[in-house]
């Protein structure tokens, strides 16, 4: 069976893959698409130790940060649909007035 | 549309730079933890039953687990509340004017009075 290691340097991996979207990406969706990055690497570690002590607690609650992860890119979609509209573009560094 | 050219690819460089350097300190801790063999699922367990029993709190799973069925019920609410927040940011009036949470938008205005379907209160 494969070590847990080898499955949390998976994850560390697409965390930093994940941050470094956030810190260099300026359209708002590929800041949505980085932060589910981030949330997959936490999910991998959850489905990891579930595996590593042979208990479903770590599968089941990454089963709730999906539906928190749906949750999010809901409202993060109609922040961009109103970022639209009120600055044309969906660039995050255009609205940096938060005034109307 | 915005275009994804960084103006300034030192910056570009230096996210890179932090995010690989967080990688190398994560790898280094983690291939250099050991945690013992991993105890895996007994061939014979139903994984997928077992998460469905632990999801509702019933007994019978095959692994062992705890029960989440507040946190179940806790996520509904919050999932319901999202997406009536993303309905109320995303809607749009009757009249043809958009209409965000942040104002009006006065560019695709109409001149002659709209037809509302909801009876006109507004």
Known sequence: MVPANYYLVLSAAVFSIGVFGIMTRRNALMFLMSVELLLNAANLNFVTFSLQYGNTTGQVFSLFVVALAAAEVAVGIGIVLVLYRNFGDIDVDKAMTMRW | ?122
Do not use: C, W
């Open chain 2, 1 to 122: 549309m915005s275009n994804e050219s960084d103006p300034k690819p030192v910056s570009r460089l230096l996210s890179g730079l932090v995010a690989v350097a967080l990688f190398v300190v994560l790898a280094v801790v983690f291939v250099r933890a050991s945690f013992g063999d991993p105890t895996g699922f007994p061939a014979d367990a139903h994984v997928t039953a077992s998460l469905g029993y632990a999801l509702f709190n019933v007994a019978g799973a095959s692994v062992p687990g705890e029960g989440f069925l507040a946190a179940f019920e806790i996520i509904d609410l919050v999932l319901v509340g999202a997406l009536v927040g993303a309905v109320m940011l995303a809607r749009r009036e009757t009249g043809g004017a958009l209409v965000g949470a942040l104002g009006s938008d006065q560019r695709s205005e109409r001149s002659e009075p709209a037809t509302a379907t909801d009876g006109g209160e507004n």
